[in-house]
């Protein structure tokens, strides 16, 4: 496979860029196609991993250590992860505490953070294999159908009904339609001197 050069050269000033390391336009296709699928692989296990380390140092409570009152915290703030990741990553840890299973699962790239922060709810000890059977290699939306057959919406009534009084004989204002706004502003502006 043709790599590029992950090597940086001393210079005067300092390090050569490190923006060569990633350019890939000389590996030809079938090698990139391979680089990525293990490299995506690597990360599911990466992530495995991450998961467990998150779950013990709740587990431990040690986030307290360094002044984080929670294990979201922490991630966010000495771990600097977005508010996002640090919600994603904190539920599947949680979850995957509970449900071991689930580190294999992620490792093996059967599962994505998304499909566990959807179904992490609904796991029971009763249908947690089963559901994570379900899932598997399965888009957010189908994960989030799944989810609608467990959890599903409320129905909704046809009409609105007002909830103050009820208005007699009194015309209600209609409300200016686009032109009238834009109008409204035009006008004050032509009228500014310069």
Same mark, same amino acid.
Request: aromatic share 6%; glycine share 6%; net charge positive.
């Given at each position: @496979?043709? *790599?590029?050069?992950?090597?940086?050269?001393?210079?005067?000033?300092?390090?050569?860029?490190?923006? !060569?390391?990633?350019?890939?336009?000389?590996?030809?296709?079938? /090698?990139?196609? *391979?680089?990525?699928?293990?490299?995506?692989?690597?990360?599911?296990?990466?992530?495995?991993?991450?998961?467990?380390?998150?779950?013990?140092?709740?587990?431990?409570?040690?986030?307290?250590?360094? !002044?984080?009152?929670? +294990?979201?915290?922490?991630?966010?703030?000495?771990?600097? @992860?977005?508010?996002?990741?640090?919600?994603?990553?904190?539920?599947?840890?949680?979850?995957?505490?509970?449900?071991?299973?689930?580190?294999?699962?992620?490792?093996?790239?059967?599962?994505?953070?998304?499909? +566990? *922060?959807?179904?992490?709810?609904?796991?029971? /000890?009763?249908?947690?294999?089963?559901?994570? !059977?379900?899932?598997?290699?399965?888009?957010?939306?189908?994960?989030?159908?799944?989810?609608?057959?467990? /959890?599903?919406?409320? *129905?909704?009534?046809?009409?609105?009904?007002?909830?103050?009084?009820?208005?007699?004989?009194?015309?209600?204002?209609?409300?200016?339609?686009?032109?009238?706004?834009?109008?409204?502003?035009?006008?004050?502006?032509?009228?500014?001197?310069?």
């Amino acid at each position: @496979m043709n *790599t590029p050069n992950t090597h940086s050269k001393s210079t005067v000033g300092g390090s050569v860029s490190d923006e !060569a390391n990633y350019r890939l336009d000389q590996v030809f296709d079938a /090698d990139l196609l *391979t680089g990525t699928r293990r490299l995506v692989g690597r990360s599911n296990q990466v992530l495995a991993d991450l998961l467990a380390h998150l779950a013990e140092v709740e587990a431990r409570g040690i986030h307290r250590l360094r !002044a984080c009152s929670s +294990l979201y915290n922490y991630c966010v703030y000495e771990l600097r @992860m977005s508010e996002d990741a640090a919600f994603r990553r904190v539920r599947a840890a949680r979850v995957a505490r509970r449900f071991p299973v689930i580190f294999q699962r992620v490792a093996d790239g059967e599962l994505h953070l998304t499909a +566990l *922060t959807l179904l992490a709810p609904h796991l029971t /000890d009763e249908n947690h294999l089963e559901l994570l !059977a379900l899932a598997k290699h399965r888009t957010k939306q189908e994960v989030l159908r799944i989810v609608r057959k467990l /959890d599903p919406r409320p *129905t909704v009534r046809d009409r609105i009904e007002p909830l103050g009084p009820e208005v007699v004989g009194v015309p209600l204002p209609r409300a200016p339609g686009w032109r009238n706004f834009v109008e409204s502003f035009a006008s004050g502006a032509r009228a500014r001197p310069r």
